[in-house]
């Protein structure tokens, strides 16, 4: 027996569906397009700003190599006519006598004295900067090494004026007694012998300290920087295996730290080679070539510079420069050497880690 269908339901009218679906196919192919147009838009205007950084940064590049050589060239060019000029020899004479005639000048007395100032401070400085980063890094409790952290970056604020003026009116007399224990225990050592005891140690001693001192601020927050980014797994291992601290810094800290305490230590010796106003305002300049430190002689190549810059004129101004151009070759020299060590120290140095 058939079953009655039911005839009460109205017929479907297709016309809304076949609405919407043209409506879903007009939308659905409009979207990819628009999704196409939106990232190649993004895509554009992301190439364009590679473009731009790498146009910006490979210009940055190329200007400071064009300024380096512009400096080189200037100093060259003024340099060679001053030695055309000079009736000594320029690298052994140790007179600097611009104002006479004939014109007799040399860089001996005064790049060593420049050497020895550098070194001096260096010896005093390393040691100090890399003790008070690992304390700041590894021993002190925090709060104690964020305040010790702002006052070494407050002192790298210090104008070089101010330290000049703190050595030549308190360092310079406190420094007499020092300079006589040092005649008095270690005179045969030849460098600390002193020709005039009891003098005013106006000298390349004193003027070492108040580089070293100057220079520690530097080398403390770039080693402390370094040595804070030393893998934590290295040392856990090495105080898993029983190490002490002191042994887990020595294996751990200092290896993977070798590359950039180097670094420190070059961008300190390269504000003591260049130092002016503290070195001016401590030491008594003299033309003499003399290895006794403590002795109240001696002169670098920035004070020199310094002092006589404003009355010379002609060849003796030109001597000047060329006295800058030896302290600019020495600078490059001192970094070339700093990166030649870094590179063959590269396998200890942890960066690879």
Do not use: C
Not at 224 to 236: G, K, M, N, Y
């Amino acid at each position: 027996m058939e079953t009655p269908r039911d005839t009460s339901a109205p017929p479907s009218d297709p016309q809304p569906n076949q609405g919407a679906a043209s409506a879903a196919s007009h939308l659905a192919g409009s979207s990819p397009q628009r999704g196409r147009s939106s990232l190649s838009d993004g895509g554009n205007t992301g190439r364009r700003g590679d473009a731009i950084f790498k146009l910006a940064s490979s210009g940055s590049g190329i200007a400071l190599l064009v300024i380096m050589a512009a400096i080189a060239a200037f100093l060259t060019v003024r340099a060679v006519s001053a030695i055309s000029a000079d009736h000594g020899n320029f690298l052994t004479t140790s007179d600097w006598q611009t104002q006479a005639d004939p014109i007799t000048f040399g860089i001996a007395a005064i790049a060593i004295g420049t050497l020895i100032s550098a070194v001096v401070a260096m010896v005093i400085a390393v040691p100090v900067a890399l003790g008070i980063a690992l304390f700041i890094s590894h021993y002190a409790p925090r709060r104690i090494a964020q305040a010790l952290g702002y006052v070494v970056d407050l002192l790298a604020a210090v104008p070089s004026i101010v330290f000049g003026l703190w050595g030549a009116l308190f360092l310079v007399p406190h420094m007499i007694g020092v300079n006589a224990w040092l005649n008095q225990y270690f005179g045969w050592t030849y460098i600390f012998h002193q020709n005039e005891p009891g003098t005013q140690p106006r000298s390349l001693f004193t003027v070492g300290i108040v580089l070293a001192i100057m220079i520690l601020p530097i080398i403390t927050a770039v080693s402390r920087e370094i040595f804070l980014q030393v893998p934590r797994a290295h040392e856990e291992a090495a105080l898993a295996l029983g190490a002490t601290r002191w042994e887990m810094i020595r294996t751990a800290v200092i290896p993977f730290g070798r590359s950039g305490i180097i670094s420190a230590s070059m961008l300190g010796l390269g504000r003591a080679l260049g130092e002016t106003m503290a070195v001016a305002t401590v030491l008594s300049p003299s033309y003499v070539i003399n290895l006794h430190i403590l002795d109240p002689a001696g002169s670098t190549i920035a004070q020199t510079i310094a002092n006589q810059f404003g009355e010379s004129q002609g060849t003796g101004r030109d001597a000047l420069i060329a006295a800058g151009l030896v302290l600019f070759v020495i600078t490059l020299l001192v970094n070339g050497a700093a990166r030649l060590i870094i590179a063959r120290r590269k396998e200890y140095s942890g960066a690879d880690a």
